[in-house]
């Protein structure tokens, strides 16, 4: 999962990119407008961390161009505290979310998480496969006895972009975009060795190729 923190915080901003990355997600982090704008507008990010007060270009313009754009991203608003006018005007300007300032970080990445699941294909709390269970938080596998199978960081982003989509054809490039943060290096030979470690993992029919398109990930239900 790919995440953009839009954040002009000199200090916020890269804590909460880094910590972002630990929890396993690709984070761009842009500290204004104009920045935030341009990536938001062409990279398929997974959700956005959205302060308004930016400089350049404020947070509410950007989330009503990326809206009337079509873009549907869903987006938490960063507000003051007292900003109750901020959260209304966010809120109907198509925003899914807002936590005020100061916050716990520990309740941001519980939103994020949450946004992150309603906008998926697959919604549920539990990701499970094969008699596994994803530890999100711990990014290894866990069978019911609590026996633990670890993963690579890229292993984990993969497969979970991977099980919040099944059934889809992903190609090596939609995978790619949803892995990597910009400035990584994006090689479809790369995932090519990482679907293969998967398949290791979990089963050759796990993950079916479809030539020329890329990859469907089979869940147990099919």
Same mark, same amino acid.
């Given at each position: ?7 002009? &915080?000199?200090? /916020?901003?890269? #804590?909460?990119?880094?910590? $972002?990355? =630990? *929890?396993?997600? +690709?984070?761009?982090? !842009? ?19 959205? &302060?308004?007060? /930016?400089?350049? #270009?404020?947070?509410?313009? $950007?989330? =009503? *161009?990326?809206? +009337?754009?079509?873009? !549907? ?33 520990? *309740?941001?990445? +519980?939103?994020?998480? !949450? ?108």
């Amino acid at each position: 999962m790919r995440l953009l923190i839009a954040e002009d &915080d000199a200090e /916020l901003g890269p #804590r909460l990119r880094d910590r $972002l990355m =630990r *929890e396993g997600y +690709a984070v761009d982090l !842009a500290a204004d407008g104009v920045d935030a704008g341009h990536l938001g507008a062409t990279e398929p990010y997974d959700a956005v961390i959205l &302060d308004l007060g /930016l400089p350049r #270009r404020n947070g509410l313009e $950007l989330l =009503r *161009e990326w809206r +009337a754009a079509g873009n !549907a991203v869903p987006v938490l608003i960063l507000t003051a505290r007292d900003g109750w006018s901020e959260r209304v005007d966010g809120l109907r300007a198509g925003a899914d979310d807002y936590l005020g300032k100061p916050f716990h970080t520990e *309740e941001l990445l +519980a939103r994020v998480q !949450a946004l992150l699941r309603r906008a998926a294909p697959v919604s549920s709390p539990q990701l499970l496969v094969g008699g596994w269970r994803l530890d999100e938080s711990r990014q290894c596998l866990v069978d019911d006895n609590g026996h633990e199978r670890a993963l690579t960081a890229t292993e984990f982003k993969l497969l979970r972009y991977f099980m919040r989509h099944p059934g889809e054809v992903l190609s090596k490039t939609r995978l790619a975009e949803h892995v990597y943060d910009y400035d990584s290096e994006r090689d479809s030979n790369v995932i090519e060795v990482y679907v293969r470690r998967l398949r290791q993992l979990l089963g050759e029919q796990r993950i079916e190729t479809r030539r020329g398109q890329g990859y469907i990930f089979v869940d147990d239900a099919r």
